[in-house]
């Protein structure tokens, strides 16, 4: 058994079992191994950044890690963009690049770089196997370490001669999994105690904490002390909609996250980290907590969530069971101009029981969960790092997790533009993946940065950095050259029309929503 | 004046007038001072992949380095395999990377990251700039560390506070520049006996040796002592056809490398390294210098080439003027089948004089450098650091840096996909680029190495993992959606025209060869 034989077998009996990929030269005895071992189904990508966003959408749905394979300091370039997303949504990430042999590289080849020193940027381990013999424990290691809690990116870098050398040995899982550090009691009590007064709480929940069966602890906690449920502002993974405990998401604009915040004693943490605003801005403060706020750091990422909000449950005297759940409610079909309100309208009132939203709309997305909150239960995966070209790879990934539901990749034309890509792997995969393309041709978001950054009156020159058009992008002939079925839309009723068929259709479609600048 | 200007202005001082860029919030003041600096020529990418590349090609062609403007960790990460090749084409590149402000750094915001562990990859000079009084001597520095030699990537991180605060002043050019190591006597002393010798000789060139003026002074040098001329595999800018001294490169594949130098006893190397293998392949030495060979390290990427070959010059007594010349001549325009070959055949007749030829057509263009060597004077760019998808950015800044010559990429099907984004900036900036786009629905190159790795009999799941087919790509669809035009040839008469008519078209255009798999 040759190494990479070994690597398979051993993730295979770890429970990973879909590696997105693109190799080359030095990852071709991974790739002939993939014969050996029927098991691992590998999916390729045409550009690594897909292929790391895709491990991240799979780890979300999946809840368990996938693997990549990257070939050398490039590729691992290539993809770490989403491996920063992947990071910051604590998602478990078996990320494998493939070096060259360990006798090559006294000559510095041209392919050669330090791995290790880019791996670190996105890794909480990195790793250069230097042996046929340890690859497999070494392979055990990295998934411990990318398991946590909390969920992290773990680089294992896999020289060709340790891959193509005889000498395997497969690793069996060793049982162990980590609980996550253990409330802190003093915390616990100060937290149940705010909880139990008459001022005003919030429970600022993130990670863990946005899906079953924590949500519905943190809604039963909420009913039984009055406390205000808030989601971080770009989760990993948000179950919502019919029957769920309704969560509202603080805004991404500093402004009006701040309003929000106002007049809030105590925001307790759970699983999210306190929040700030995602840029600075001339003159504004960065840390989102007002003024005389008591935050209760409960339960971080690498804690033992769940038994955070139980002991929380306990002192507080909340009952299982008593969480408000969202009253299912679509809004109907909408009329009139397109608009980027009445692509989510639709979205609202078309959105299957099921399904999985990959939101990567931006700007044009902002009408999106208010459109949605009472369609049939469904999951939303958001930008958690905030390195666009995230949202087609993740609809990439949770569609391979989950090949039974649909999912809607939500995109804007610029974000979609980094790795456009994805839409080859979706045909050559045939995903049940709906691409809503919102084309307003432009950089939507940085338009309206640069008055905020204090930009009062942008030249010509500035403003032509900020616009796609000239010429515009056609993304149904994009997506066609892809191989993928595609419509435009330029009024609602088309867009109605076209939306309802891609949900209706196996496979992978585009509708192109042409819409208005700005809102 | 704030600090933005500031930058740009101590930028256009220094030669530096265009950039490169993909800005996101973060790089806000950078993008409004472009109007406070109009000799500052802003070029948009819509992936910073086609930014970095395109940088390297600017500066291979202007000979002065262009600038990138990149957005935090993650927009470096997908610059970094472009500034990899830029790093081994030693190319001067300033890499200027937005930051977090650094009031905003303590929150550890989503896109916050480590970004200089990430630049230490590919630079040779990484600084963050921490007040905005600095940031012109910082520019000045880095200009300096990027100009060499060796030429290379220098990377300024700008943090948005230090961009947009009031405070700025201009470094003006100190007018030092460097003019390299100066060559070793032993060493010249001995590789002039050599070339004195009866012994087989090789001038192995590489950088700077390969261009005007210095490969009239190889070709003076061979012409005197019967040494045979021979470039490093990957040359970063080959000046080559009618008039000039020819030049064969060594080639890639490591059995045929070696065979071409059995029996050379002396090697002189000028501005390149000693030659190894791409890869290691199991049971094959990565070092191609024969046995009984002796290596002169007559000047390498740091040293002064020309006074090291001028030395050589005087020293066995080499004339000027002597150098043997390329005669004019061309291949007829090929009929029959459409292949790699008949593209290649027909590039060769129809190339124009002073034509750019961004080579990355991988096994498709194995036969370009024989059908155009007697084509009329141009350059060759290549694929340096071996990271695909660096030929159509690097085309997109050969264009930018001479907008009064034809630009022809020679782009295989699976490394195009990587920086497709490339043909938008092209046909934003209206530049004269002909993008011949070799479509043999696979990654050949890996389907070769796979058997050279020592995988016999691949079976279907690897095979699957090389194959770009199921779906076929549509490359003409793709470049109408980044809004060019582009046509499909299918024979040999349809390539023919169409190349002609490409090439007689001002501004950007593609045509799509589709040809048989391997060769």
Not at 410 to 415: K, T, V
């Amino acid at each position: 058994m040759n190494g990479a034989q070994s690597l398979i077998r051993t993730l295979v009996g770890h429970g990973v079992d879909t590696c997105f990929m693109n190799p080359g030269t030095s990852e071709m005895h991974f790739v002939a191994a993939l014969d050996d071992v029927p098991e691992m189904h590998g999916v390729l990508a045409l550009f690594e950044g897909v292929a790391t966003g895709a491990a991240d959408g799979y780890s979300r749905i999946a809840g368990r890690p996938a693997a990549t394979l990257l070939h050398l300091g490039p590729g691992l370039g290539n993809g770490l963009a989403n491996l920063h997303n992947a990071r910051r949504a604590h998602s478990p990430v078996l990320n494998i690049v493939g070096d060259h042999a360990t006798t090559h590289r006294r000559y510095d080849a041209q392919l050669q770089s330090d791995i290790e020193t880019v791996a670190r940027n996105v890794s909480t381990f990195v790793r250069t196997t230097e042996s046929t013999a340890d690859l497999g424990l070494d392979a055990r290691e990295a998934l411990a370490a990318a398991a946590g809690p909390p969920g992290s990116v773990a680089t294992l870098i896999l020289p060709a001669d340790v891959s193509w050398s005889e000498g395997g040995v497969v690793a069996a899982p060793d049982g162990g999994s980590r609980g996550g550090g253990a409330p802190d009691a003093a915390v616990l009590d100060a937290a149940a105690a705010a909880l139990r007064s008459d001022e005003r709480c919030v429970l600022f929940i993130g990670g863990r904490a946005c899906a079953t069966p924590l949500l519905d602890a943190v809604g039963d906690l909420a009913a039984a002390t009055g406390a205000e449920v808030l989601c971080e502002t770009f989760p990993a993974r948000l179950e919502r909609g019919a029957g769920r405990p309704p969560v509202e998401r603080l805004g991404y604009l500093a402004e009006f996250a701040m309003m929000r915040l106002d007049g809030v004693r105590h925001l307790l943490l759970l699983d999210a980290p306190s929040p700030v605003s995602f840029f600075a801005y001339p003159g504004k403060p960065s840390d989102l907590v007002p003024e005389g706020c008591t935050v209760h750091p409960v339960a971080g990422p690498g804690d033992d969530v769940a038994g955070a909000l139980a002991a929380l449950a306990d002192l507080v005297g909340a009952a299982a069971g008593g969480a408000v759940r969202q009253v299912a409610t679509r809004p109907e079909l909408p009329s009139g101009d397109l608009t980027s309100q009445t692509v989510c309208q639709a979205l609202g009132a078309l959105l299957p029981e099921g399904a999985i939203v990959s939101d990567e709309g931006n700007t044009s997305g902002l009408f999106a969960p208010g459109a949605t909150a009472g369609a049939p239960a469904h999951d939303w995966l958001t930008l958690t790092g905030g390195a666009i070209g995230q949202g087609l790879p993740v609809a990439v990934g949770a569609a391979v997790a989950a090949r039974d539901r649909r999912v809607v990749a939500l995109e804007a034309d610029g974000s979609a533009l980094y790795t456009v890509q994805s839409w080859w792997t979706m045909a050559r995969e045939g995903l049940d993946v709906t691409t809503i393309l919102l084309n307003n041709h432009s950089y939507a978001v940085l338009n309206m940065e640069l008055d905020r950054v204090g930009v009062d009156e942008p030249g010509p020159r500035a403003r032509e950095m900020l616009d796609l058009g000239r010429p515009d992008l056609d993304f149904v002939s994009l997506a066609r050259g892809m191989g993928l079925d595609a419509t435009r839309a330029t009024s609602t009723e088309e867009f109605n029309e076209q939306l309802a068929r891609s949900l209706a259709t196996p496979g992978p479609s585009v509708v192109e929503a042409v819409i208005p600048g700005l809102l």
